[in-house]
């Protein structure tokens, strides 16, 4: 024979069973950084450009979305292995520092934007103190109003902040008419040389924008990039 309940029974059955279904969490996908959302490079050598990866989980329980990658500065880039990470999976965010025009103390941010139900926005931090060996002042080449097929000439000086004699070993560049002369002699730890930069422009040009990466026998900074700025015009006899 069928069982009959009494009314308050089934009241209470039903209560219970939406109780039950209000307490389920809906799936969530979560964002994790393993090893935490912040981390030091320690010492960079200027002009060298360094790599970290970290380890980024989905902590929730429906798939991970990420979404644009965001850094404070053109010197930091970021790669994503993986925008859809499943409920317990692992991805990884490399990022990279390019330490060429710095010195001292650094501080860089980036953000991860994702679905993560507890943060939408998730901000790695990262510091580092970049050293510089190699001090060139200042620390590019100016050939303003230069004429063509004259020869202009700019100095720079190099100050050797290592600990070893310092020898410039030459230059390349794929700047047309620009010649740097080097010291001959290595310059010592703690003193200063002069480069002269010799550039004869074979055309008018309204805006130069190129560089030169000096080579050193330094082995923390092997190549030293110089920036090059000017212009060039016609030759006018006075």
Known sequence: MPRHYQPSVLRAACLAALLLLSQRSPAQPGLLVVGGTSFDLATVYRGSVVEHTLTLKNSGTDTLLIGRVDVSCGCTGSVVSNERIPPGGTGTLLITFNSRNFTGPVHKT?????????????LIQFTATVVNEIALNPQHLLFQDAEVKQTRVVTITVTNNGASPLSLKGFKTQMKGLVLKLPADPIAPGATASITGEFTPDAPSPLINEGVFLMTDNPHQPEVYIQVFGSAREFKFE
């Open 110 to 122: 980036v953000t991860v934007h994702s679905n993560a139900h507890d943060a939408g926005e998730t």
